[in-house]
């Protein structure tokens, strides 16, 4: 900092080198009077005379002696300044004016960008919270309102004819709306919801704007942006930005902030729409692939229960069907089976099986033949995953239930007797869908009223748990819990393994299970009052 003479405060800048340094210097008195400025301060100062008090800034005008003062800082006009002040003899003091506006410009333009790269981070948290996409459209609506205009309205495509509408109003209420309009009407809003780059706000009139996208008691509409939602491939929709008439219009940097925006609320928007459509899609499949809801058929009780592998899972490999008997045959076909392996995959495949089987309902009186021209199907498919399964033939004759059991490879049914006693059928055979001729055993079983043939997959006797986690439930194990099912009704039998098939595995992993229970009633069936409905039994 240049040194003054004391004792000689006047002409003070003409004995020293202020005269020629790069800052604009001003000496003053402690009234405020300017003693002496260079050529700088006078150029930018040109009301500043010496001898005189400082008419402007006032900011440096009443700054005061360096005594008592600090670094000050104002504007002169549109420029900006920081004054440094330096002590002199005489109770004078040098200000050194340094120019900051370039530099306060770009810490203002730097703390837009963080703010605006703030905005853009939160609203990218907000928009990937869900998937659903009314709530996508709800959260984008909300926060252009909240950052970038006065009211917001989001618009995604549709082929109804109706475009549906979020509406964020000034006072910050979201609505759902569904417009009967064509995009046309609009200035810009059929560009967006086409893809197309966004107009300049600048060349969109505000008192285009229809009634239905304006909320009520917003006013007049000052300024209008339309931006498109980018999408996966294909647009998302639009995103309508209002300014009433007393706000500023939008800047071209705040244009591109709202296609920013757009662009992150686009994305959501696509992958929730994404979401969506895989879900009904998986939904349809996961209908046909679920094992269905079994019940009374000709007067035999059929219950079935299914549990798969895996707890996010809804499908698996094992499977069961009812089919009612037809005009080709005067017997009921229950199949229930297992395709080697765990979730979708193998849901797959026993989707091709029970598909199959139901083209062959026809041979359904032939066990043999049917299970034959099943392997071949399974053997010239470009699976090479086998199936084992269990074939039931019911009737009813009398009383009694008579059913024909044959075994491909799949553990023999158990038929429960009334008095407790378990016993295997004998039957037996090969998987399916490994060799080129395959083998079987149909055994013939009769059900008393009340006795139950129980049908089941390796995943009950293969359940590992126990006090230690490892032990298999075992064939001895459901045949005790079979025998203690003696007399009960087919949901029963069906709830009663699956209570404790599920007991000994806890939390343990476990492989897919499934249950079926085919029942002799115990007593007439009787039918509802409107003649269709299942009724009860009487003993």
């Known amino acids: ?107 203002r333009e730097l703390e837009a960008e963080r703010g605006r790269t703030r905005f853009l981070t939160a609203a990218s948290t907000a928009l990937l919270a869900s998937l659903n996409l009314d709530r996508c459209m709800e959260v984008t609506a909300r926060l252009a309102t ?21 509406l964020c109003d000034h006072r910050g209420t979201v609505s759902h709306d569904a417009v009967a309009v064509a995009p046309d009407d609009m200035p810009g809003l059929a560009e967006a919801l086409r893809g197309f780059p966004p107009v300049p706000s600048r060349w969109i009139d505000p008192a285009s704007a229809p009634d239905w996208a304006v909320p009520e008691g917003f006013g007049a509409v000052g300024s209008l942006a339309i931006t498109p939602l980018p999408g996966h491939g294909v647009p998302a929709g639009a995103l309508i930005l209002l300014r009433r008439a007393q706000q500023a219009a939008f800047t071209d940097a705040e244009e591109t902030l709202a296609g920013l925006f757009a ?19 998986s939904d ?59 979730g979708l995959e193998a849901a797959v ?49 009398e009383r009694d239930v008579v059913l024909r059991l044959t075994s491909a490879g799949h553990p023999a049914p158990l038929i429960v007797r009334r008095d407790g006693s378990v016993e295997e059928a004998d039957t037996g055979g090969t998987l399916i869908g490994v060799m080129p001729t395959i083998t079987s055993r149909t055994a013939l079983v009769r059900l008393a009223p009340g006795e139950t043939c129980l049908l089941y997959t390796d995943g009950v006797t293969e359940a590992r748990g126990g006090p230690l986690g490892d032990t298999f439930f075992g064939e001895q194990r459901l045949k005790r819990a079979a025998a203690e099912c003696a007399g009960m009704p087919a949901q029963a039998v069906v709830e009663r393994i699956q209570m404790l098939t599920s007991q000994w595995i806890g939390g343990g992993r476990h492989d897919d299970i499934a249950v079926m229970a085919i029942t002799a009633p115990r007593g007439t069936h009787l039918s509802a009052v409107d003649g269709r409905t299942r009724g009860r039994y009487t003993a």
């Open 1 to 107: 900092m240049t040194s003054f003479p004391a004792g000689s405060p006047t002409g003070v800048l003409g004995t020293v080198s202020a005269h020629t340094a790069p800052y604009p210097v001003v000496v003053m008195d402690a009234d405020g009077r300017v003693v002496d400025l260079n050529g700088a301060a006078g150029a930018l100062l040109p009301a500043a005379c010496p001898g005189r008090a400082l008419p402007s800034p006032a900011w440096l005008a009443g700054a005061g002696s360096a005594a008592h003062s600090r670094p000050i800082a104002g504007a002169v006009g549109r420029r900006y300044f920081s004054a440094h002040p330096s002590a002199l003899a005489g109770g004078a003091t040098a200000w050194w004016l340094v120019e900051e506006t370039d530099h306060r410009s770009a810490v």
């Open 146 to 166: 909240e950052h970038l205009a006065d009211a917001a309205l989001v618009i995604a495509p549709t082929a109804t004819g109706k475009l549906p509408v979020v």
């Open 263 to 281: 662009a992150r609320a686009g994305a959501a928007m696509s992958a929730a729409r994404l979401y969506a459509e895989q879900n009904t899609i």
């Open 284 to 342: 349809i499949l996961m209908r046909e692939l679920l094992p269905p809801t079994l019940r009374q058929v000709e007067g035999v009780e059929f219950a079935g229960g299914y549990r798969p592998s895996g707890n996010t899972e809804r499908v698996g490999g094992d499977f069961y069907d009812v089919h009612p008997p037809g005009d080709d045959s005067p017997e009921t076909l229950a199949v229930l089976g297992d395709v080697a392996g765990k």
């Open 349 to 397: 495949l026993t989707g091709r099986i029970r598909n199959t089987l139901h083209a062959l309902l026809p041979l359904a009186g032939d066990h043999a033949r049917l299970l034959r021209l099943l392997n071949n199907a399974m053997r010239t498919s470009h699976h090479t995953r086998f199936a084992t399964l269990v074939l039931a033939s019911v009737r009813r004759e």
